[in-house]
């Protein structure tokens, strides 16, 4: 059974970040919620699979001409950097508070993407209303 919950995690995680979402959005949830992983250790679990994650989505998103190269060497290191620099302060960090933050997170992102949402629902029962589909 674990490692059917572990497979369906690692699925999830796989299906979002190949889209460019972050599989770590579901993958550390799952991980700790699930799973019962301690908030550190998932998220270090989410930090190893993104590296092969990451690295196929990169290479299917750049042969369908998706990758924009203009500004990539600036937005890598300072990505690298800050990713040293706070896996450091994670690694220090109480449990308690990476799941608050990680939390914190996920709330802000919502804020961020439920005006899309509704954007793009309207615009879905536009051009149904147009089209006379139900």
């Not at 674990?2 to 979402?21: D, H, K, N, P």
């Not at 949830?29 to 998220?43: I, R």
């Not at 290191?77 to 508070?97: H, N």
Request: hydrophobic share 55%; with cysteine; glycine share 14%.
């Amino acid at each position: 059974m674990a490692f059917l919950v572990l497979f369906l995690s690692g699925m999830a995680g796989g299906i979002l970040g190949g889209m460019g979402m972050g599989g770590g959005t579901a993958l550390i949830p799952l991980l700790t919620l699930v799973c019962g992983v301690p908030q550190p250790v998932a998220q270090g679990l989410n930090l190893a699979s993104f590296l092969p994650m990451s690295v196929m989505a990169l290479s299917v998103h750049a042969a369908g001409g998706l990758l924009e190269r203009r500004g990539l060497v600036p937005l890598i290191a300072s990505a690298l950097a800050f990713s040293v620099l706070f896996s450091l302060l994670a690694a220090v960090l109480p449990a308690a508070a990476l799941r608050k933050g990680f939390g914190l997170f996920l709330v802000i992102l919502s804020f961020f993407q439920l005006p899309g949402a509704f954007k793009e629902m309207k615009k879905s029962n536009k051009n149904r209303r147009l089209t006379g589909e139900r």
